[in-house]
């Protein structure tokens, strides 16, 4: 796999990871005066966001890896600035974008 290509997949799996933190925050979701989350999987947000990283290195792609470590603070810096239910429709079109491309690289 191509630094490239696994940088772009680690900074996916970490976004999924940002956006489920953002979207289930009780503070954000107070100040943005929407109700309380059902639930909030703060340890799995966590592993989704820190594993690519780890999986970069165990993989031997430093420089992918410096990417990522680049590139995923800046999208959870720029994913703060909007509110919580923005932050949930920017992750379900991503989740349908991605859905599309699969079915579309697999044949189905």
């Avoid at 680690?10 to 990871?17: D, F, N, P, Q």
């Avoid at 100040?31 to 999986?55: H, K, N, Q, S, Y």
């Amino acid at each position: 796999m191509t630094p490239v290509l696994a940088t772009l997949a680690a900074i996916l799996v970490s976004l999924a990871g940002i956006i489920l933190l953002i979207a289930s925050d009780p503070k954000r979701r107070r100040v943005f005066g929407l109700p309380e989350a059902r639930r909030r999987p703060a340890t799995l947000a966590c592993l989704l966001i820190l594993a690519p990283g780890v999986a970069l290195l165990i993989a031997g792609q430093s420089a992918a890896f410096v990417m990522w470590l680049a590139a995923v603070p800046l999208v959870g810096w720029a994913l703060a600035a909007f509110s919580p239910t923005a932050v949930a429709r920017i992750g379900g079109g991503l989740t349908s974008a991605a859905r599309t491309i699969f079915r579309r690289s697999s044949g189905a």
